[in-house]
């Protein structure tokens, strides 16, 4: 933790965001105000409620060196030809009342349908055959709070922040952490960003790609439009019933381990009138059903499709960051109302779960042995835990060659 000391203004503060970091690390069973306000050894909860609330700290400078750590970290343990994904998605946290900054009713895919609650955008950094973890994050605020003067006050949204659907937060997301790998000079931080339909549906995220020479494995719907090469505009749907119908067109191949063992699946490309983009489509070997992706790589980039596939198949490790985050570390369990405080909350809790992701890394143990490690070190407590980083270091990593 010394890493981050220079974030905060003053003693105070920094020793009960230690606290606060270590008690979520813990196996105390609820990660709220008083539970960690006693974890930590306080008497009543408002140094921790000062802490997210109203202490003078600088929360996005954490999230650098959060997002620096994890970065270095895996990297350090990584083969040089493994792939680097930018892992899109988000998730809620149900809560009660109209209080709490960004409250609506809208889907949540924690409670599997409409609920009231916030959503948050999610960026997370997997690197393939050694670990992942969260390392950027944008809360989406409903338009109808940033234009009602009394709720924006009463929620703490900021008097400059401007309403953003939630490929616009995952565009603003891939800036912060590319401008951070940019000012070092060392390129660009992922292979391919991947996310699901929300994010390949956003014509914004995608340009912000293409125009950084990003490459992307982005999930499309049924109904998503494609140019092919001889200019015909059609839809993914109908590009299955009329240029995928011969069995040779399909090959199966693996989109990487899972709890049952690898995932094997019929895929297939299509090229387009882009010579880089493509379209990737998944069909299950069972149901048949069908998944598409919109893809794009960079001139000079690889692209194949085993590399594609492998891309596609990557994106899923943020799901487990997301429940790592809300099992063992309290993810879900902010207690606050106020825009800020949410954020802090926030970019504690993956400061606690990019410490976990790095020191099983460093362990060098196989992938299927990682989930049992997490969960048995947030049973010790940050003291056992490596805490030391430079929140000076921002090193990033260019693609393959």
């Given at each position: 933790?010394?890493?981050?000391?220079?974030?905060?203004?003053?003693?105070?503060?920094?020793?009960?965001?230690?606290?606060?970091?270590?008690?979520?690390?813990?196996?105390?069973?609820?990660?709220?105000?008083?539970?960690?306000?006693?974890?930590?050894?306080?008497?009543?909860?408002?140094?921790?409620?000062?802490?997210?609330?109203?202490?003078?700290?600088?929360?996005?400078?954490?999230?650098?060196?959060?997002?620096?750590?994890?970065?270095?970290?895996?990297?350090?343990?990584?083969?040089?030809?493994?792939?680097?994904?930018?892992?899109?998605?988000?998730?809620?946290?149900?809560?009660?009342?109209?209080?709490?900054?960004?409250?609506?009713?809208?889907?949540?895919?924690?409670?599997?349908?409409?609920?009231?609650?916030?959503?948050?955008?999610?960026?997370?950094?997997?690197?393939?055959?050694?670990?992942?973890?969260?390392?950027?994050?944008?809360?989406?605020?409903?338009?109808?709070?940033?234009?009602?003067?009394?709720?924006?006050?009463?929620?703490?949204?900021?008097?400059?922040?401007?309403?953003?659907?939630?490929?616009?937060?995952?565009?603003?997301?891939?800036?912060?952490?590319?401008?951070?790998?940019?000012?070092?000079?060392?390129?660009?931080?992922?292979?391919?960003?991947?996310?699901?339909?929300?994010?390949?549906?956003?014509?914004?995220?995608?340009?912000?790609?293409?125009?950084?020479?990003?490459?992307?494995?982005?999930?499309?719907?049924?109904?998503?439009?494609?140019?092919?090469?001889?200019?015909?505009?059609?839809?993914?749907?109908?590009?299955?019933?009329?240029?995928?119908?011969?069995?040779?067109?399909?090959?199966?191949?693996?989109?990487?381990?899972?709890?049952?063992?690898?995932?094997?699946?019929?895929?297939?490309?299509?090229?387009?009138?882009?010579?880089?983009?493509?379209?990737?489509?998944?069909?299950?070997?069972?149901?048949?059903?069908?998944?598409?992706?919109?893809?794009?790589?960079?001139?000079?980039?690889?692209?194949?499709?085993?590399?594609?596939?492998?891309?596609?198949?990557?994106?899923?490790?943020?799901?487990?960051?997301?429940?790592?985050?809300?099992?063992?570390?309290?993810?879900?369990?902010?207690?606050v109302r106020l825009y800020g405080a949410i954020g802090r909350h926030t970019v504690l809790v993956m400061l606690a779960l990019a410490v976990c992701a790095v020191a099983v890394a460093r362990s060098s143990c196989s992938p299927a042995d990682q989930a049992a490690i997490r969960a048995a070190m947030s049973a010790h407590g940050a003291e056992e835990l490596p805490f030391s980083f430079s929140a000076s270091s921002t090193r990033?990593?260019?693609?393959?060659?």
């Amino acid at each position: 933790m010394e890493g981050i000391r220079g974030c905060f203004a003053r003693l105070q503060p920094w020793l009960t965001a230690l606290g606060y970091v270590r008690a979520v690390l813990s196996e105390v069973p609820k990660r709220n105000g008083w539970a960690i306000a006693e974890w930590i050894g306080h008497r009543t909860p408002d140094k921790v409620q000062r802490l997210l609330n109203r202490a003078c700290w600088d929360s996005g400078q954490v999230m650098r060196t959060v997002r620096a750590h994890v970065v270095q970290g895996l990297d350090a343990q990584a083969q040089a030809s493994s792939m680097r994904i930018g892992a899109l998605d988000e998730t809620g946290q149900e809560k009660k009342g109209q209080h709490t900054a960004g409250v609506k009713r809208q889907h949540m895919g924690c409670a599997d349908g409409v609920a009231n609650g916030i959503n948050t955008v999610h960026l997370s950094y997997v690197r393939g055959g050694v670990g992942h973890s969260l390392i950027g994050c944008e809360q989406w605020i409903p338009a109808e709070h940033l234009d009602d003067a009394a709720t924006a006050a009463r929620m703490g949204l900021p008097q400059d922040l401007e309403f953003a659907t939630k490929g616009q937060l995952a565009t603003r997301i891939l800036a912060q952490a590319q401008a951070q790998a940019q000012a070092q000079a060392e390129g660009v931080l992922f292979d391919f960003v991947c996310g699901d339909e929300v994010y390949g549906n956003s014509p914004g995220l995608r340009r912000y790609c293409e125009r950084e020479q990003q490459g992307y494995v982005l999930r499309v719907p049924a109904n998503f439009p494609v140019v092919l090469g001889e200019g015909t505009s059609t839809t993914c749907k109908q590009i299955v019933r009329t240029h995928l119908r011969q069995k040779k067109r399909w090959q199966i191949l693996s989109a990487g381990g899972g709890d049952k063992g690898q995932r094997y699946y019929a895929w297939a490309w299509v090229g387009t009138n882009s010579a880089q983009h493509w379209l990737l489509v998944r069909k299950h070997l069972t149901t048949g059903a069908l998944a598409y992706h919109l893809c794009f790589a960079a001139p000079g980039q690889p692209a194949t499709l085993r590399r594609l596939v492998n891309a596609a198949g990557m994106r899923w490790p943020i799901e487990e960051d997301f429940e790592f985050g809300k099992d063992l570390f309290g993810l879900d369990q902010a207690q606050v109302r106020l825009y800020g405080a949410i954020g802090r909350h926030t970019v504690l809790v993956m400061l606690a779960l990019a410490v976990c992701a790095v020191a099983v890394a460093r362990s060098s143990c196989s992938p299927a042995d990682q989930a049992a490690i997490r969960a048995a070190m947030s049973a010790h407590g940050a003291e056992e835990l490596p805490f030391s980083f430079s929140a000076s270091s921002t090193r990033s990593v260019a693609p393959d060659p």
